[in-house]
């Protein structure tokens, strides 16, 4: 005799999922994301809005395991080209995943814009994460070359925001 794990299929456990996704949603909605990807205890979602090309999957807990590897290479598109840079200089990276804000406020000026000499600790742009901003700073002094992304943006870990010339 085999045993078999039985599914949960009590309904309020299908309203806690929807009442979750409609709160990503909603936050992608209020900060104009085109995808959002969230992992935690409770699952994995990908939300993807209309009229974007990407796919939609949705993976909770119950149906992880059925979830196919991936796409195939073939249909993954590949990630813009790293910028050439001139000796000596160095992108500053996104630490984390959040909004990238060039000003305090939409009215301020921005912290740095190309050309300016930054010293290190100097403030160059804010990324804001879970409703904190966090200010990201120079770690060496130099000159802005360039700002790769334009303010509002939504940013991902690791991605590069300034090209920098070492002083």
């Not at 990908?46 to 979830?67: D, E, F, K, W, Y």
């Not at 840079?85 to 921005?110: C, D, W």
Request: with cysteine; charged share 20%; aromatic share 4%.
């Amino acid at each position: 005799m085999e045993k078999t794990e039985k599914k949960d299929t009590h309904p309020e456990n299908g309203s806690k999922t929807l009442a979750r996704l409609k709160a990503l949603y909603d936050f992608m909605a209020q900060h104009g994301l085109e995808t959002l990807e969230v992992a935690d205890s409770e699952g994995q979602a990908r939300l993807v809005r209309a009229g974007s090309q990407a796919p939609v999957q949705i993976v909770t807990a119950a149906n992880m395991a059925a979830v196919t590897a991936g796409p195939s290479p073939a249909s993954v598109p590949t990630a813009p080209a790293a910028p050439v840079l001139p000796p000596g200089a160095v992108t500053v990276k996104a630490p984390m995943m959040g909004i990238f804000y060039r000003a305090p406020s939409p009215s301020s000026p921005p912290y740095v814009k190309e050309g300016d000499k930054v010293a290190a600790g100097h403030v160059l742009c804010m990324v804001e994460a879970m409703k904190v901003f966090n200010e990201i700073k120079a770690e060496f002094p130099g000159t802005v070359l360039t700002v790769l992304v334009e303010n509002g943006k939504a940013v991902k870990s690791g991605q590069d925001l300034f090209v920098v010339q070492r002083a």
